[in-house]
């Protein structure tokens, strides 16, 4: 029992188990935050407590990173608490005024001024305070005490959310460590490629798009990653520029004919320090990283680059490769991250 116990513990704090399982810890998160929803409002019978479901699907349902949840919790509040504001007011004037065209109108015109904001920063929060103000409101005819008891629920919904963004969180930075380690293994196999000379297109328009994707899928990490970790967007954005660049030179390198042979000692180096970044990344040892040997530095100016571009194209490949790993140990030794979460 103890055994089976300890498995089940290693499998729930793995980080790499997390990563590759994240879509199933994320799904069982959720149907979990639903049950604590329903029998918390159920059981102390609170009015309207769908509305609190409904408000967990809405923060969480869409997000698997814990910097995600906290961000789209908050904006929610914020969200909830100026719609519930505004409906409360509608509600007041209606039962003043008694003129249902008025109420309409102006619910049509603070839909629409949220509207005009939900397309820019801060979109989100007028969006919520837009779909707030109609569900605390309706069309002017809500009974005061519906209005409020919704408005609670909402808020309801947002903690029970956020609390469960604790449990087992999907950081975006292991994400961000196990893609940016997928990407590394990924260029590695595409440079052997070029260099053994396989030059099938079809083959290579294929390995470059998945590259692509991979940093598109980095660069969405990067508001989240910071959030958790700490590390600056700055930070975060000159790996990604390096990964660009990186990607940019392969597929130069296999557009084009190696009218120079480079030395194969340099050719192995490069791709060692691929695969060593990877595993670095993937064991969150910087260590192995610092302990690597240094890439010769390159020089423009060097004669035996001549006018060959394809030894011009790997002088910079490695000299944008040597950044790459200067900045992860930089960043290694300032905040131990990508290597752990604070």
């Not at 960043?331 to 290597?339: I, L």
């Amino acid at each position: 029992m103890f055994e089976a116990l300890r498995k089940t513990t290693s499998a729930l704090f793995d980080p790499d188990r997390r990563f590759r399982q994240a879509r199933i810890f994320h799904a069982t998160r959720v149907a979990l935050a639903l049950l604590v929803s329903i029998a918390l409002t159920t059981g102390i019978n609170i009015p309207h407590g769908e509305w609190a479901t409904i408000t967990v699907l809405v923060v969480i349902g869409g997000l698997q990173h814990h910097g995600n949840i906290r961000r789209r919790a908050a904006e929610r509040g914020a969200g909830t608490a100026i719609g519930a504001l505004i409906g409360l007011f509608l509600i007041v004037q209606e039962s003043y005024f008694g003129i249902p065209m008025l109420t309409w109108g102006l619910l049509a015109l603070i839909c629409g001024y949220c509207a005009y904001h939900a397309v820019g920063k801060g979109g989100y929060i007028a969006l919520l305070a837009a779909i707030t103000v109609v569900i605390t409101a309706g069309h002017g005819n809500q009974d005061v005490y519906d209005a409020l008891w919704r408005t609670v629920d909402v808020l309801i919904g947002t903690v029970i959310a956020l609390v469960f963004s604790f449990a087992l969180p999907a950081y975006a930075s292991y994400s961000w460590r196990f893609k940016l380690a997928s990407l590394l293994r990924a260029c590695a196999a595409v440079h052997a490629k070029i260099e053994r000379g396989e030059r099938d297109e079809k083959q290579r328009q294929q390995d470059m798009m998945k590259l692509s994707a991979t940093l598109v899928q980095l660069r969405s990490l990067i508001p989240s990653v910071s959030k958790e970790t700490g590390v600056t967007s700055a930070d975060l954005e000159e790996v990604q520029h390096s990964a660009r660049v990186c990607i940019s030179a392969l597929e130069m390198l296999a557009a084009i004919d190696p009218d120079a042979v480079g030395d194969d000692g340099d050719e192995r180096c490069i791709r060692d320090l691929l695969l060593e970044m990877a595993s670095a990344l993937e064991a969150a040892d910087e260590t192995m990283v610092h302990q690597h040997a240094s890439l010769p530095a390159p020089h423009p100016d060097d004669p035996s680059i001549g006018h060959s571009s394809h030894a011009f194209l790997t002088l910079q490949l490695t000299a944008e490769l040597s950044h790459l790993r200067d900045h992860l140990s930089q960043m290694a030794a300032q905040t131990k991250f990508p290597y752990s979460v604070r």
